[in-house]
């Protein structure tokens, strides 16, 4: 009976093993989950952040002080599963760096797997920022602890820097180069320009006319230029006019500039006067505000020679200077093109005589500015200026400038300088050069000295009225004689041309600019040698003609005017 219990008792035990399994050590039960059960516990997000960028406003890649900028990114769940209340905190390691604001906390809220959100996080320096490196650290957090990993990004700081928006230069014109007259458009461009350190940010021009019977022509007087990087420049127009109840003899202008901090930009009142003549587009510039910023270049609407003329305290008194700009035959000759007149030789007259007065000395009551002068306004000139030297020689100098037309007769090739009214078909009332030397040298003056920025050609007489710029004439070598140097801007069959880009006669701008830069301290010789090296190149490189400019001496003094100098 004992031995059949322990039989059956064996023979149960591998049901027993089929329901439980027993160990020395331990006791599994196996757990039967459904399908759904099985896919919510295996499906967890993956929280990870993807295409951060910074961008700032003026794309230096520093977060400037008064800067607007952005780190944006991308959170992205690449699980299968929900990521449950989803925020982004944003924070500074190093809390150190002042000067800075931005939003720490974005909340996302859930985000559902393989599903992202774009993140935009506003950063801005304020005034008080200094140079630095700001390091962000960027954290994606769930709300069971399953965050992403943190994103770390080190941008550099950059303190203030002032920007300084000023009118750098303006110019008024009309549209077919008269003169300024009431009931007429008028038309002021200018150069609006930053040459602070720091960028401006939006920035708005307004022209203003102050006085009554001012009124705008134009559709808009008011431009919004947006921002303006350190050195940038914005080129406006203004069209205007003053009707005939306006009673004074200027018409101000006011050119109101404001910017976003309201403290960096400069207002300025411009004026021109009534009856005052100007070039079409090209003349009458009002001089710019300077800067003391030494690595921007301020622009300008005119050559860099018309600005910032050096001022000598040494006085000519006994020196007397005739200067004469003919440009517009056209308004004096019926029937004339216009391309018949000479480009730009009013414009060198006009800053011709500012060196005269300001660099060489020459008392402003003894310098004498003709434009577009007629036959009788020169020959007056001419015998005034020869009569006052001779009142005060040998001490006395004079000093004759002409840019314009001439001619010469088609059987003696007599070189005549052409007045406005004189046509080229009848030059009995130009003036002959030969008859202007004369009566320079016969004044007694112990200098005398010519500019003539002319071709000498033998060329056509109405070649000379339609060609280039120059003056066509051919000069005789035994026309001078007295104290008498004459500079002339080219040689031969040459064309005296003009350099578009300066708004002066290739000549004129080389002479000026050495007068410029040596303050009129320099030698009759030097200045031959620098004109002529100077105009020969640059008339061949930007013109593509050749132009020599040469010098023609009296006699009587060839062994002396080489030293001569205009500042002593």
């Avoid at 050119?255 to 003349?283: C, F, H, M, P, W």
């Avoid at 300001?358 to 036959?375: C, Q």
């Avoid at 005060?392 to 001439?406: D, T």
Wanted: glycine letters at 6%; aromatic letters at 8%; charged letters at 25%.
């Amino acid at each position: 009976m004992k031995t059949k219990f322990i039989f059956i008792l064996l023979l149960l035990i591998p049901f027993v093993l089929n329901s439980q399994v027993i160990s020395g050590k331990s006791e599994k039960k196996k757990v039967t989950f459904t399908k759904t059960e099985r896919s919510v516990v295996t499906k967890l997000p993956d929280l990870v952040i993807t295409g951060e960028k910074f961008t700032d406003e003026n794309q230096n890649n520093f977060i400037d002080a008064t800067e607007k900028c952005q780190i944006s990114l991308n959170v992205e769940n690449i699980g299968e599963g929900i990521a449950n209340k989803v925020n982004v905190k944003v924070s500074l390691r190093n809390q150190a760096v002042k000067g800075l604001d931005f939003v720490n906390t974005f909340v996302l809220g859930d985000l559902a797997g393989n599903s992202s959100k774009n993140v935009y996080i506003p950063v801005t320096g304020n005034l008080s920022l200094e140079d630095g490196l700001a390091e962000f650290v960027i954290e994606v957090q769930e709300e069971r602890g399953l965050d992403a990993y943190p994103l770390e990004i080190k941008i550099e700081t950059k303190k203030f820097a002032s920007p300084s928006v000023i009118v750098a230069d303006a110019v008024f014109s009309t549209e077919d180069g008269g003169m300024i007259k009431l009931n007429y458009p008028i038309n002021l461009k200018v150069i609006v320009q930053n040459v602070g350190q720091g960028d401006a940010r939006n920035v708005v021009t307004e022209f203003k006319l102050p006085n009554a019977n001012c009124i705008f022509l134009g559709e808009k007087n008011r431009f919004d230029i947006g921002n303006l990087a350190r050195g940038a420049t914005s080129e406006l127009e203004f069209l205007f006019t003053a009707t005939r109840r306006y009673v004074l003899n200027e018409i101000p202008v006011l050119v109101d500039i404001s910017e976003s901090l309201n403290k960096y930009a400069r207002d300025t009142t411009l004026s021109v006067g009534l009856e005052q003549k100007l070039t079409a587009r090209s003349e009458v510039v009002i001089a710019g505000i300077t800067t003391q910023t030494e690595d921007i270049k301020v622009a300008s609407l005119t050559s860099d020679v018309d600005k910032n003329i050096p001022v000598n305290r040494t006085k000519q008194p006994y020196c007397y200077a005739l200067i004469i700009g003919n440009e517009d035959y056209a308004r004096y000759q019926l029937g004339l093109n216009t391309e018949a007149n000479v480009e730009f030789a009013r414009n060198d007259a006009t800053i011709f005589k500012d060196y005269a007065i300001k660099t060489l000395g020459v008392d402003e009551i003894n310098t004498h500015l003709l434009l577009d002068a007629t036959t009788g306004e020169i020959s007056q000139k001419i015998d005034l200026i020869s009569k006052l030297a001779s009142k005060s020689s040998p001490q006395a100098e004079i000093l004759f400038f002409y840019a314009g037309h001439g001619l010469p007769d088609e059987e003696t090739k007599t070189p005549y300088l052409i007045p406005v009214d004189v046509t080229g078909t009848n030059l009995s009332s130009a003036i002959k050069l030969e008859d202007i030397y004369k009566k320079f040298a016969e004044s007694g003056a112990g200098k005398v000295t010519v500019f003539l920025d002319a071709c000498f050609s033998g060329g056509g007489r109405d070649a000379g009225l339609i060609a280039a710029r120059g003056v066509k004439v051919k000069a005789k070598e035994n026309l001078i004689m007295g104290n008498v140097v004459v500079f002339t801007a080219s040689s031969g069959e040459q064309s005296a041309m003009p350099y578009k880009k300066e708004q002066h006669g290739m000549f004129t701008y080389f002479l000026l600019k050495k007068l410029k830069e040596t303050k009129g301290d320099i030698t009759y010789s030097a200045l031959a040698d620098y004109i002529s090296s100077n105009v020969s190149i640059e008339s061949l490189r930007v013109n593509q003609k050749e132009q020599d400019p040469k010098i023609n001496v009296s006699p009587d003094i060839e062994n002396v005017w080489q030293n001569w100098k205009f500042v002593q």
